[in-house]
């Protein structure tokens, strides 16, 4: 892990980005050349620092004649980006790396060296990004290694405990349920409850396909064992769909005199056509009558049409999440190096190098509250509880001091060095 202070990856593409329009704005014969890119460093810096501002200024070089469709320019500088980027490199190497391959497919289907849409169709993608979500070890050591996640789930679960505070039973619906660590915090915290005991804390996993409700009867197995040992009772059901699109109030089987909740973290972006899926999911789940829905979301502006819009918030967001994986994760781990290979660099690859077939299409909470306000939601505050939740599970991190929490209106936004990375909020259903 890296202990050195020195300018974050963030920092280094600012001082790329002043640099790259300093030169930008004079007139060369041709910029593409490496004399017309290199040298002429910024003062104040390391010699190290000078040859990552340099590298990246170089991959920003190479974005602007991709998206001026100059793509014999855009081979030069790409050749330049391969040849001093690396996958196991500093934290600007590996981004420069990840980002130059992406914008080298871009390259290549826009010049027809690739002539498919990309090497998987939007739903084998999705598939294999589920899977990889759901069970693949990287991700999990990053759960437990980076603050984010921890923060928002400490934090979520606390305003449903709020919100449920009264009831004796308890339906929480869990859209996205992966390990259900999230649900061994509620279950926790509803069975400490004295003067107001659950009668029933039923539990509903959405999922879709064979493969999805053999890992959600697994995870069942494992949080109705740990229901028996808090001596809390417990059910497990599955609302097995084939798309989220196609969420079915019936599936979910309620009750009356169930206090319902649900939870929805990182998923929302995965609605291909928004909002009309976003529309059909919530007119189901407005059926049911939630007394909350909680949700996490990735807060960055990775929908915009504009592929050099797009490009600048995508690599400006995920330079902070590689600087805070340089300083969470060892150098050397197969987690780290399995999750930037496996799970960041195809959506790194989906936001640069696809358009019609992007699926991770990320939005900041703003625009979610002008969709949501069209659905007849309202965003509901967090309590002081939820926000001191947030406070304390970042401290308990080594790293805790570079995690940087702020409200946007009503939204908890989690960010690393002031970069935000996620928000979580909360919303109640108007009356139909």
Known sequence: MSSVCRLSTVEIMRAAGARFIQ?????????????????????????????EVELAHLLLAFADKVGKQQYD?????????????SSTGNTVQRVVYYFSKALRERTDRETGRNTSKGSESKDLLAMHLENTIACCPAFFACFLKLPFY?????????????SVASA???HFIDLEIRSGGHCIVLMQALASRCEQPIEMLKVTAVGSGTASRQKLEDT?????????????????KIATVTDINNLNEDGFESEDGEATAVYCCLMRSSMRTLPDCLESAITELRKLNPCLM??????????????EDRFNAAVFYYSAYFDCLDV?????SPYRRELEETFLAQQITNIIASEEERKFRHMKIDVWRSLFAKFGMVEAELSLSSLYQADLTAKQFACGKSCTLDMNGKCLTIGWKGTTILSLSSWKFHAA
């Open 220 to 236: 069942g197995k494992r949080l109705a064992q740990f229901a028996e040992a808090l001596h809390l009772p417990f059910s497990f």
């Open 150 to 162: 921890q923060v928002t789930q400490f934090a979520g679960i606390q305003a449903i405990v709020e």
């Open 294 to 307: 909680v949700i996490t979301e990735i807060e960055a502006n990775l929908y915009s049409p504009v592929f």
């Open 73 to 85: 320019r855009a081979r030069k500088l790409q050749n330049l980006c391969h040849f001093l980027s």
């Open 23 to 51: 030169f930008s704005s004079q007139k060369y014969a041709d910029d593409s050349i490496p004399k017309h890119v290199l040298g002429c460093a910024p003062i104040g810096l390391s010699d190290q620092e000078v040859k």
């Open 328 to 332: 969470c994760m060892d150098n050397s």
């Open 168 to 170: 004796k039973r308890v």
